[in-house]
């Protein structure tokens, strides 16, 4: 099983920056996985930020384009999100997944019965 925890959140000015870390322990064997990350606000849909396939390719959704960065550190075995020149609607709970892919996302797919998530990191942003 694999198991996620997210940090890196906090409250920010308009126009700062902040990077989440998502940690990530066990494997799927020896198998390769995709990995999102997930926002939500109060009151909204959850709605997919950023997602990396299994052979490193990178997806965003147009809110974050150029704005933020998806990478992983395979060494270490973390998920980053650099989130840079943020805005106050970027305000949400933010969470990790894998094995979940971002065309699933997209789709609007849940999650399968494999997949796992991390407990979430909060970020804020202020005007």
């Known amino acids: 099983q694999v198991h996620l925890v997210e940090s890196g959140g906090g409250s920010v000015e308009a126009g700062g920056s902040l990077r989440l870390s998502c940690a990530v322990s066990?494997?799927?064997?020896?198998?390769?996985?995709?990995m999102v990350w997930l926002r939500q606000a109060p009151g909204k849909k959850r709605e997919g930020v950023a997602g990396?396939?299994?052979?490193?390719?990178?997806f965003y959704a147009d809110s974050v384009k150029g704005r933020f960065t998806i990478s992983k550190d395979k060494a270490k075995n973390i998920l980053y999100l650099e989130m840079n020149r943020l805005k106050p609607e970027d305000t949400a709970m933010y969470s990790c997944?894998?094995?979940?892919?971002?065309?699933?996302?997209?789709?609007?797919?849940?999650?399968?019965?494999?997949?796992?998530w991390g407990q979430g990191t909060q970020v804020t942003v202020s005007e």
């Open positions: 066990g494997s799927y064997g020896a198998r390769n996985y995709c």
């Open positions: 990396l396939d299994s052979d490193g390719t990178t």
């Open positions: 997944a894998a094995d979940f892919c971002w065309w699933a996302v997209v789709a609007g797919l849940p999650a399968g019965d494999t997949a796992s």
